[in-house]
């Protein structure tokens, strides 16, 4: 594994299809406690805080000058690469763009992919840079159907996460989005919510107009950003037996 990178891992005692989680902006690999107590032992679960969250290293002065989604990418590649064979791709905010951009790169390290409203933003580097603030004067609160089990780690992530990092409200790779849906070769479902997400109805219907057939989209009504916290049973009803279909061989 990824010797910059700290990576939970829950291995399944019988033959399993493997399922990485990547995890938003503030969060880290611990923030995916309810998820992982549904899936595993189904499943091997493995959950790396990403470069500059939770346990992982913190981010060089160098790599913070260039473009540190690069890092954060490269490390999780790594750690992808390192495995048996191709996973399951699970990424939230943050995490959902990392986890197209990985399947878009390197189809080879992905069977299938689900992204949890991923940040694709249009954003200017001056809108970052205000994004970064809002990040640094904190997180705000947890939403009131939120996993229980969830609501400490998130708090903890917080505080964990490469202050340097944040102030530069970057969450999304170089890739452009749009080149990404266009160009992903393996089975992707998008999951959004209706109540202040980023993927809006506008681009949505964008993205269906592109038309690789290889994507689909699920849309959870009421749900927010946090669809699989603020409606977990909606969210596993409909990604689970997406994930089963999608599982290859084991």
């Not at 594994?1 to 399922?19: C, D, G, Q, Y």
């Not at 939230?92 to 189809?107: D, F, K, N």
């Amino acid at each position: 594994m990824s010797s910059r990178l700290k990576v939970h891992t829950w291995a399944s005692p019988e033959p399993a299809a493997t399922l990485v989680l990547l995890h938003g902006i503030t969060d880290s690999g611990r923030c995916w406690a309810d998820a992982i107590a549904h899936w595993y032992p189904t499943y091997t679960v493995i959950a790396p805080d990403a470069l500059g969250h939770g346990e992982s290293d913190r981010f060089r002065p160098d790599e913070l000058e260039r473009d540190p989604i690069e890092p954060m990418l490269a490390e999780t590649i790594a750690v992808l690469e390192q495995l048996p064979g191709p996973a399951i791709l699970v990424g939230h905010s943050m995490g959902g763009a990392a986890a197209a951009a990985i399947a878009y790169r390197r189809p080879d390290l992905a069977t299938a992919v689900v992204l949890e409203d991923p940040s694709w933003r249009d954003l200017p580097p001056d809108r970052e840079r205000a994004r970064g603030r809002d990040f640094l004067g904190g997180r705000g609160q947890p939403g009131k159907h939120w996993p229980a089990s969830e609501i400490g780690p998130w708090r903890r992530a917080y505080d964990q996460t490469d202050r340097a990092f944040l102030a530069q409200g970057r969450a999304t790779p170089s890739d452009p989005w749009r080149e990404i849906i266009r160009g992903l070769t393996v089975p992707t479902l998008l999951v959004t919510g209706t109540n202040g997400v980023i993927l809006h109805e506008d681009q949505l219907a964008e993205i269906q107009a592109i038309g690789n057939s290889r994507v689909e989209i699920a849309v959870i009504p009421g749900a927010g950003h946090c669809v699989r916290r603020d409606s977990t049973d909606a969210f596993h009803a409909t990604v689970d037996p997406w994930i089963h279909r999608h599982r290859g061989a084991v």
